[in-house]
């Protein structure tokens, strides 16, 4: 926890891939100070013309290498919130050469009692987390 969810175009190779997912984890890990094995994310790739992400009249210029990222959380703070999206941008421009235009993020927060991280328990409930 948190979940993060990307959405991307298919055509990157697996290198490309697990080096997107690694740096995503590296940038959560610092912003929202989870530990470095609470990492849960899943990758839906579309084809070309099924993904569309327009960019509200902002200017923004999207491409193909376009990532929509969805993350599920707890509750953080605004100011960790900004430090996510920043820390995402720019660690996945600097080590996967993903343009600041081409990740759209969008967090969903959710409660203790909304988790359930296997064998039927509510850990954070149950005091296992």
């Keep these: 926890m ?11 190779s697996p290198e490309q891939l697990q080096q997107l997912l ?14 470095y094995r609470d990492r849960y994310q ?26 929509l990222l969805s993350v599920v ?5 605004q100011e960790q919130k900004l430090k996510l999206y920043q820390m995402m941008s720019d660690k996945l421009h600097e080590q996967c050469g993903l343009a600041k235009d081409d990740l759209m993020i969008s967090l969903v927060e959710n409660s203790d009692s909304d988790w359930s991280f296997g064998q039927g328990k509510a850990e954070f409930i149950t005091g296992d987390l």
């Design 73 to 77: 959380s707890r509750p953080r703070s």
């Design 2 to 12: 948190p979940l993060m969810q990307f959405h991307l175009i298919e055509g990157r």
């Design 22 to 35: 690694d740096t995503a984890h590296d940038a959560m890990v610092e912003a929202f100070g989870v530990p």
């Design 42 to 67: 899943a990758v839906t790739q579309h084809k070309q013309g099924e993904l569309i992400l327009q960019d509200t009249g902002l200017g923004y210029e999207r491409s193909n290498d376009v990532v």
